[in-house]
């Protein structure tokens, strides 16, 4: 079977080892110029937007050799900090700094984002939802000013707003779940039948800051990577909570001192969009693939040189894109301008993101 990137993928019911590789991974061409924020495939072609600290949002064209081509870009007026496609993949959204989210439309031929949206501090975080009542999707947004807010584009004002506890740090939707996490360590679930009620109110389940939620591909759960190296399993549901636990990852232990552990912050989560499986990837410069009901590491991969703010998968699971850039996890004077900024596509072999058999009951 022919994949991604010209190669080959041998089906092989032998036992693979469990460090990946990345040799052949791919570079996006013409990468930001500035730390790259947040990067997502569209559920529907194999276009792929990046944000950049440098004010911008890129759309790219991936095809099937790997290779990509930009195809339109627009600016924010400070830097972007998150991005998202509407679910027919005609639109890329962003929030930024500049206190605003901005829409472009891929068919209007324009390079120019259309502003939907404004908070009164950062907007750290857009999704589009689905909202029982509106004809089209909302947009909702999370910001550093402790609201969450829902937006018809069509209106200058949003639809309705939910304060929460903190600022907003993290944020991810599907189907009716939206999670959102702050500073504080709490973690606000909102079910979208209720959009501006709050389901269930919890503190994180790790110790210290988050630094992402992501949604389970099915809706009954979450992940969430803080910054001392850990990743929690977290189900919506008491019933489920049985299910619940927490592992260590992005840690280094160096060869001459056994009792040491260098912790790295998990950066990001994404969720394979077939199979289930998850990625954590962190500012130890490593990705690892996960299947959370087996509780096992699937794969785990080389340091790739640099920090990795931001992951997606497109909409098949056959790419895992993964940006290569300063996290700001040690502030801003390591941000120097010999700095790596650059987007891998890597090629999913059969193997690499497939849950672990089930043990058949005897």
């Given amino acids: 079977m022919a994949g991604l990137f010209g190669t080959t993928v041998a089906a092989s019911n032998a036992t693979q080892a469990t460090t990946g590789d990345i040799s052949k ?25 990046v944000a950049s600290w440098d004010k911008k949002v890129r759309i790219y064209e991936v095809n099937g050799q790997g290779g990509s081509e930009g ?51 950062a907007i750290r975080c857009v999704r589009f939802v689905d909202v029982p009542g509106q004809a089209t999707p909302v947009l909702v ?8 807010k829902y937006w018809d584009m069509r209106q200058g004002t949003p639809v309705a707003s939910v304060s929460c506890q903190e600022r907003v740090y ?22 979208l039948d209720k959009p501006t009620e709050l389901y269930k109110t919890m503190q994180s389940p790790l110790k210290w800051q988050t630094r992402v939620v992501s949604c389970f591909s099915d809706g009954s759960g979450f992940a969430v990577g803080s910054i001392e190296g850990r990743c929690a399993i977290q189900y919506v549901e008491e019933k489920d909570s049985s299910a619940n636990f927490s592992f260590k990852c992005h840690r280094q232990t160096p060869p001459t001192t056994r009792d040491v552990s260098n912790v790295y912050a998990v950066n990001a989560i994404s969720f394979h969009p077939v199979h289930g499986t998850f990625s954590t ?4 410069g ?6 959370k009901d087996a509780k096992h590491r699937l794969k785990g991969y080389p340091e790739v040189g640099g920090t990795i703010p931001t992951t997606s998968f497109n909409r098949t699971g056959s790419i895992f894109a993964y940006a290569v850039s300063y996290d700001w ?12 900024n ?9 193997d690499e993101c497939k849950p672990r058999p089930k043990a058949s009951k005897r």
């Fill in 25 to 49: 991974d791919v570079a996006l061409t013409a990468p930001p110029d500035d730390s790259i924020s947040d990067i997502s495939f569209s559920p529907q072609t194999d276009h792929l937007a």
């Fill in 141 to 148: 947004t999370g910001s550093w000013d402790k609201t969450v």
């Fill in 329 to 340: 996890s040690k502030g801003y004077s390591v941000n120097t301008p010999q700095m790596v």
């Fill in 71 to 121: 195809k339109a870009y627009y600016e924010h007026e400070q830097p972007v900090l998150s991005l998202c496609w509407s679910k027919d993949g005609t639109k890329v959204v962003s929030g930024g700094a500049d206190k605003a989210a901005r829409v472009l439309d891929l068919n209007s031929g324009q390079n120019v984002g259309t502003q939907v949206a404004v908070h009164d501090q």
């Fill in 170 to 191: 993290s944020m991810d939707v599907i189907n009716k779940l939206l999670v959102v996490a702050t500073a504080d360590r709490y973690i606000n679930i909102i079910n």
């Fill in 342 to 350: 650059k987007v891998m596509l890597h090629s999913v072999q059969q």
């Fill in 281 to 284: 990837a962190g500012a130890d």
């Fill in 286 to 291: 490593t990705f690892h693939f996960w299947d």
